[in-house]
Every structure is written in structure tokens, then in C-alpha cells.
DNA sequence: AAGGACAAGGTTTTT
DNA sequence: CCTTGTCCTT
């Protein structure tokens, strides 16, 4: 092993926390021998490295949360380390829950002090400490993409930007683009060819949205992160506070970081007074530090794993975790490549795939487990054929005692889980979709959060204008600029405004509207937020919450509708109040602004485990970072996976391949990849192709219980397996026509003709087609599988026309009458 | 100001 | 197919 460095502990703190036995190690002895437990050499390597960088480079399903963990854990065994010392950063609130657990598991207690974070609540909690620094309060909002739409579409709409192409949409991408990379208005404006008026008109938007933010006191998701990269760059001496305080930083999923959570990490580790060069800010202010640098920056441990990089399309740079070494001269590389999860079949199959992304470092799970199940395909009619697949084979795994739970179909886009809902409803499988509709961007929940932000942050206009008329109160444009033009001219706030109804000039119908609300808004406040200084009993927020749905109108308007839907409204609010009930439990000292924080930035995906018995439905990129016994892998078809939008992206196609082997990797034992030769989207019934990442899986690891070939073949005498062999793969322009770009060159220099033998999936190169063939109940038909059977009846129109037939000896079937291979008798 | 009728358009997702 | 948004009427 390595020269670990041992760091003496940090001197002016206070009494041992190591729960140890009281006895101080002996020289020589480690504390943390039994964090060693288990792992394999690479693994505690990890561990026990001590130095400025480590880069661990963790394949799927290599023990890396195992390791980072204990990592943690024997920083604080040794003393090398304070709780207080150790920042440790995820993407996701359940990775960081998930995180705290296992290290509180392995050192109890004095896991207290850490923060475990996400990248934005650690940033939040830095921000709400300094936010008055740069002119917000410590009651600022976090506007979600939802809000900062909203806001963005009302700026898009007074700037008249339509008309130069600037959709809200594309405006709110850009915009977030932006400042990921760190950019503003003003340099942005700098770079850009102002001579487009495209550009001016938006320079013009992304200025007044940044002014709307601060005049609201608010920060979107990607200020969260980006102003406190500002906020470090501008106040050194601030920066140099977190700086001293966390000697270790440690980034779990680090391939998914972008350029500001990069830029933020790197602030985070310079050495303490290293912005000793004057800094002249925007203001022309000019620090020096008084102390040359003495300290040296934190300790930086970074994981991650290039090949399940798929965020690239929001922002991700693969190059930070590629080019790690690059930035941090000096840094330890460690290799985890020993799997501990799935089967050597679903491994090769993974490393065949992911192989054919070129410009990646080489990486080659394995497992000591054995080669376990091949992989098993299918090829349904339809996306219902291939999803009955799916339930029929889930009932089989479950009668062979798998449990539900253990189970996890996986699909690219969230429409493709409606016929598979469909099939499952039927045949009475219990399911749970992960990470569908989201609870909080729901209207209601919506509408009752912005409730809560009228009281937390007066300044935000943005949320008064969203509850000032819900429920109906008669309140519309008109009165709304109204109000808007009255704050201006007394420069007073949108909620103060308020308070003075009968200054407004409105009709006394509306105005009583106005004050009424003013009047609940008020006495909210005063349960949340007492003036008198004392504070608020924990359930303040629930009652606070129940109050203003109460007294605003809201509960009783949506109880007085006819609209079935407003029922489900009534209910989801009642969740809303028993969560705030929940916060208050577990967050006694909880406050309003606690409990905004903690709603904004925790998502749904969050409650992912709660899925006991019951199969889990998600798209592929919810299920990283999940492991499963039984894994389906629906709809790997072309166009889907990898999907169309992402041929012509540049990297599109790698990160798809990517995101196919991440749904690989998460299987234990089983493992089913399945596609449908037709698939209606968009109420148009579409031919489907073989993915081209299916030929790209050894034929030996694959067995087809129905391939693509004994879909499309006419032929019934040959045996599937070798129907599947006929007619080429890739064939003379495979239907489609298209080209796709880099992705099919490796393969194609790779396998000559000759070895196209070894692939299972020979992509057929025509289609059936059977026109407009009529049939009519009574008819009797042959189909090439099912054998002879009779016409019940024909739905659907034109190319969706489905025949319903009774099979003499496949019993009943549905069958698309232009493709399916049948011929009338 | 509010509700109904039609057109358009529709990856992936966390925070 | 289904949701969302805009326009038009009352």
C-alpha cells in the first residue's frame, strides 16, 4: 500500500469524538482496520490515500459509495479529521441521505458536524450566511425552472423577443447554459456578435431576468451555484472562511459536474489567502491579504466514472473528471474495476457496448461470480406485444421468488410507460412509476408554495402574482398592473401595495378582494413569522399553511367544483399540510425559510425506495446509481435509443450508448432487452428498427425468445434462430436512409462481412408490408407463427388497423393487420 | 374576466 | 394520442 501520510489532527479543537474504545491507537496500528474489511486492494487504496487529489475511477457497480464512505469514516477514526472538516458532495438529496446513513452506520454519532450535501443546498446554506454581502437577504427564494419560465416569459413578452426567435424556452436554456459556464449579460455581451439584433434583444433579457431575480431577492437553480462562485471570487476573505473549515472535499458522480460546480469545487480547495493578488472587482475594489499562504488547500477526492456520464445535455463536462489529472498536478488515480454486482454475461455485454464509444480510457468489469443467465431478447408486434413480454416474464421471475421489488423495467422516454402501465393494470402486476409527474409541480402545490413565499419574501413579485387571483377573486390583468404601477410610483413592494386597497383606485368588489387577501396574508405572517421577536412554535408553518388555504378561499373553491380532477387537488394539499406537519417533526427548530428550502430543492426522485413490493418503472437515466435482481430493458429501438434528437448533436450518440450501458449495468442476475417493430407515437403508427447497440452485444451472450428476424420473416419451416440470421444486418440502407455519423464506422472496420455471423441481431433491411389487405370478422387467416385461427373483429383505422384473432392453438391475439405476417385463406 | 374551442407541438432530468 | 397555449366569445 502507500505511503499514507499521516496528518497530525487539527490543533484548537476540542476532546476526541472517536468512538474507538477510549484507547489512543498505537503507532502503527490503524483505527480504521476494520473500515478495511472486505476490500479488494483497489479499495483500500482509495481509503487510505492520503494526498491533495485522488481520482477515483469507479465502474458500475465497483463498491464506490462502499468506499467513500469509509474514506470518511477513517478520516474521523484517525483524527485526521473533525466532522466539521468534511464536505462531501452528491447530485442528488437521496445519494447525500444515503451517504449520511452509512457513515453514521460506521462512526455513530459524530457523523453530526459533516455537511453531506447536494452541490445546491450546500450552496444554499453558504448563500443564506452572506447573502447580504451582495445585496440579497437571508430570505431569499429559489425560483425552480418553473418559476424562472414564468418570469422568463413575461420578460419575453414585454421585450417583444418573439419576433427574433427567442422563445421563453430557448431563452431559459441559453440563459441556463450561461451560467453554468459562469458567464453574465455583460460578458456574454462581450463575446457575442452584437450586431445581431437576436443578440441584443437577448443580452437586453438575460440583464432584466438578473434584475428581476435580485429585485425579488431570488435565486434560480443556477445562481445557486454560480453566485456562490461570484460571491468567492469577489470576497476573498470569505471564500477563505470555507476554505479553513473544510479540509476535505469529497464529490461523489463528479463525471456529471458542470463548469460552475467545477469552478466551485476549485474555489473551495485553493489554499487558504491565495487571492493575495489583487483583485480588482466590478467595483474597482482592491484586496490584498495581509498573511502570505501558509496552509495548504483541502484535500480533494473526486469519483465518478466517464462511461455513465449522460447529463451532458445539461451541462455536464466529461472533460472535468477526463482531464482531472491535468488539473491537479500530482493527483492519485485509483481503478476500481472489480464489479460486485451482475453476472460476467451482463458484463461483457456492457464492456462490448461501451467499447465502441472511442476516446475513452479502457475499462473492463469483471466479477468472480460466474457468467450466470444469458441475456434474454424480444421482439414484440407492437409496444402492447412487447409489454405483455414484459409482464408475462415478470410473473415467471416472480413465481420463481423474485420479489417485485427486486424488478425494474427501463424506458428512454416517459411516454413509452403508458402501454406498459396498460399491459400491467390488465394483468394485475402491482408497479410503481419512479419520478413520473412531479408532486411539487403540481398547480396546487405550486399555488400553496407560492402562498408560503408571499409571507417568507415579500419581494418576490413573482409569487404574489401567482396567488393574487387563485382562487378567482376577479382579479385580472388589468387590476394586477395596476397594483404593479402603484408599488412603483410609492416604491413600495407588490405585497405592501396590498395593504393599501383603497389607494388603488379599483371598484370596491375588487378592492374588498384585495384587502381580504392582504388581511390572510397578514395574519399567515403572523403565526410564521411573529413581529414580536418569539418563536414560532414548530407546527407554525403546518398552521400557518392550513390558515392561508383555509381563510384565501382556495380549499372551499376547489370543493364547490364539478371538475372530478379538483377532488385529487384537494388531496395533494392535504399531503402538502402533512409534509409540513412531517418537517416539523423531524425539524423541530424548523423554520418557514427551512422548510421553502428544503421543498425546493428535494425532488421526487428522492422517495425512490419506496417501491417495496412493487415493480419499479423509470426512464433510464432515473435509474442510475439503482441496482436490481431482474432488469427490462424496453423499447431498444432505433430512434429511441439511441433517440433521434441526439443523432445530431455532437457526442449525441456516445452519450446514448452511455446511457444504454448504465441501463445494463444496473442488473444483478437477469437481464432483458426488448423492442417492438411498430410503435404508435403521437396517435401514428411508426415502423421501429433494431437499435444499432444491439449488434454491438456479442451473439453468445444473447438469446433471442423472439428476434427482429422471426417478426419480419415470412419463412415458418427455418428455425427462429437461424430466420435470424437471414437477411443482413444494417442491410442496403436499412429503410430509414439515414447516416449516423461516427457511430457505425467503428463497428463496420471492426467486423468485416465475413464475421457479421457472430451478431445475434441481423437488423432485417425490408419491413412486411401488406398494404391495404381486408379483413372482415369470419375470415379465416394463416399467420406465419400462430398458425390458422378466425377474425373476431377489426378495429382501428388505416395503418392501425388491428385485427382481433382467435388462434386454433395460440388462442387469442391482436395483431396489426399491414404488418403483421398473416395471408386470408 | 372567464370559459370553451381549436391549433400546435411534443427527449432525457436534478436541483 | 394528449397536453399546453392562444384566441374568441360571452
Request: negative net charge.
Amino acid at each position: 500500500m502507500t505511503d499514507a501520510t499521516p496528518t497530525a489532527p487539527v490543533a484548537g479543537t476540542i476532546g476526541p469524538i472517536v468512538l474507538d474504545g477510549g484507547a489512543a491507537p498505537r503507532p502503527g496500528a490503524r483505527a480504521d482496520e476494520d473500515l478495511l474489511d472486505g476490500l479488494n486492494p483497489q479499495q483500500r487504496e482509495a481509503v487510505t490515500y492520503r494526498g491533495q487529489a485522488l481520482l477515483i475511477v469507479a465502474g458500475a457497480g465497483s463498491g464506490k459509495t462502499s468506499v467513500l464512505t469509509r474514506r470518511i469514516a477513517s478520516l474521523l477514526r484517525n483524527r485526521e479529521a473533525w466532522p466539521s472538516q468534511i464536505l462531501a458532495i452528491t447530485f442528488t438529496n437521496k445519494a447525500a441521505g444515503e451517504m449520511r446513513e452509512r457513515v453514521e452506520h460506521l462512526v455513530g454519532d459524530s457523523a453530526r458536524g459533516m455537511w453531506i450535501s447536494t452541490f445546491h443546498s450546500a450552496c444554499v446554506r453558504i448563500l443564506r450566511r452572506e447573502a447580504e454581502q451582495f445585496g440579497f437577504t437571508k430570505s431569499f427564494t429559489i425560483y425552480d425552472s418553473g418559476d424562472s419560465r414564468a418570469l422568463i416569459k413575461r420578460l419575453v413578452k414585454e421585450h417583444e423577443a418573439d419576433a427574433f426567435g427567442l422563445t421563453p424556452a430557448a431563452t431559459q436554456g441559453k440563459i441556463s447554459k450561461l451560467k453554468n459556464e459562469l458567464a453574465d449579460a455583460e460578458s456574454y455581451a462581450r463575446t457575442a456578435n452584437m450586431s445581431d439584433p437576436a443578440e441584443r434583444v437577448f443580452v437586453e433579457l438575460f440583464a432584466a431576468y438578473q434584475r428581476e431575480l435580485q429585485r425579488a431577492n431570488a435565486f434560480d437553480f443556477d445562481d445557486l451555484i454560480a453566485q456562490t462562485v461570484f460571491l468567492f471570487r469577489a470576497f476573498p476573505q470569505v471564500a477563505d472562511v470555507y476554505r479553513r473549515r473544510f479540509r476535505h472535499v469529497l464529490v461523489d458522480e463528479y463525471q456529471d459536474t458542470n463548469h460552475a460546480q467545477y469552478a466551485l469545487i476549485h474555489e473551495l480547495t485553493r489554499p487558504p489567502g491565495s487571492d493575495a493578488a489583487p483583485l480588482a472587482g466590478s467595483g474597482g475594489m482592491m484586496i490584498f491579504e495581509a498573511e502570505p499562504a501558509a496552509e495548504d488547500g483541502a484535500s480533494l477526492t473526486v469519483v465518478g466514472d466517464s462511461d455513465q456520464s449522460i447529463y451532458a445535455f445539461r451541462g455536464a463536462d466529461i472533460r472535468n473528471i477526463s482531464e482531472f489529472e491535468k488539473d491537479y498536478p500530482g493527483a492519485k488515480v485509483v481503478l476500481l474495476e472489480q464489479n460486485y454486482r451482475s453476472t460476467q454475461n451482463i458484463l461483457s455485454a456492457a464492456n462490448a457496448v461501451i467499447s465502441h464509444n472511442f476516446d475513452r480510457k479502457d475499462k473492463r468489469l469483471w466479477t468472480d461470480v460466474g457468467e450466470g443467465e444469458k441475456i434474454i431478447g424480444f421482439t414484440g408486434y407492437s409496444q402492447h406485444d412487447e409489454a405483455q413480454f414484459v409482464a408475462d416474464e415478470i410473473e415467471a421471475l416472480r413465481r420463481a421468488g423474485v420479489d417485485y421489488s427486486q424488478m425494474a423495467v427501463f424506458y428512454r422516454t416517459n411516454s413509452q410507460s403508458r402501454a406498459l402501465e396498460e399491459i400491467f393494470i390488465r394483468s394485475a402486476l402491482p408497479y410503481k412509476i419512479m419520478g413520473g409527474t412531479k408532486f411539487y409541480e403540481r398547480a396546487e402545490i405550486k399555488d400553496a408554495l407560492a402562498y408560503l413565499v408571499a409571507v417568507a419574501n415579500p419581494a418576490d413579485e413573482m409569487a404574489m402574482r401567482r396567488i393574487i387571483n387563485r382562487p378567482r377573486r376577479g382579479i385580472g390583468d388589468v387590476t394586477i398592473e395596476t397594483i404593479s404601477r402603484y408599488a412603483v410610483d410609492q416604491q413600495i413592494t407588490f405585497r405592501d401595495a396590498l395593504a393599501n386597497s383603497s389607494a388603488l383606485g379599483v371598484g370596491p368588489k375588487i378592492q374588498a378582494a384585495i384587502a381580504h387577501l392582504d388581511a390572510v396574508l397578514a395574519e399567515a405572517t403572523e403565526i410564521m413569522l411573529p413581529a414580536s421577536g418569539e418563536l414560532a412554535p414548530p407546527t407554525a408553518v403546518a398552521d400557518g399553511l392550513q390558515l392561508l388555504l383555509n381563510k384565501s378561499g382556495y380549499y372551499d373553491a376547489l370543493r364547490a367544483s364539478k371538475d372530478a380532477q379538483d377532488e385529487a387537488r384537494i388531496e395533494n394539499l392535504d399531503e402538502m399540510v402533512a409534509v409540513a406537519r412531517e418537517f416539523a417533526r423531524n425539524n423541530p427548530e424548523g423554520t418557514l425559510l427551512d422548510f421553502l428550502t428544503e421543498v425546493a430543492l428535494v425532488s421526487d426522485a428522492d422517495d425512490l425506495e419506496d417501491a417495496s413490493g412493487s415493480v419499479s418503472l423509470m426512464t433510464l437515466h432515473t435509474a442510475k446509481g439503482l441496482e436490481y435482481d431482474a432488469v427490462f430493458v424496453t423499447g431498444v429501438e432505433e430512434d429511441l435509443i439511441p433517440h433521434r434528437i441526439s443523432a445530431g448533436e455532437p457526442g449525441g450518440p456516445q452519450e446514448e450508448r452511455r446511457l444504454f450501458y448504465v441501463g445494463i449495468t444496473r442488473a444483478r442476475q437477469r437481464l432483458y432487452l426488448s423492442l417492438a417493430m411498430t410503435r404508435a407515437q403521437f396517435g401514428e403508427v411508426t415502423v421501429a428498427m433494431p437499435s444499432r447497440f444491439l449488434q454491438e452485444i456479442p451473439l453468445e451472450l444473447l438469446h433471442w425468445r423472439q428476434s427482429p428476424g422471426d417478426v419480419n420473416s415470412r419463412g415458418g419451416t427455418q428455425s427462429r434462430a437461424l430466420n435470424a440470421r437471414r437477411g443482413g444486418f444494417g442491410g442496403s440502407g436499412s429503410g430509414s436512409g439515414k447516416r449516423y455519423g461516427d457511430d457505425l464506422v467503428p463497428l463496420a472496420r471492426r467486423e468485416p462481412t465475413g464475421n457479421l455471423e457472430r451478431f445475434a441481431n441481423k437488423i432485417p433491411s425490408k419491413v412486411r408490408d401488406n398494404g391495404d389487405l381486408e379483413l372482415a370478422p369470419g375470415d379465416r387467416i394463416r399467420h406465419d407463427d400462430f398458425g390458422e385461427g378466425r377474425v373476431d373483429a377489426v378495429t382501428g383505422e388505416g395503418a392501425k388497423r388491428v385485427a382481433h384473432v382467435r388462434f386454433d392453438v395460440a388462442g387469442p391475439k391482436k395483431l396489426l393487420i399491414k404488418i403483421a405476417p398473416i395471408s386470408k385463406l
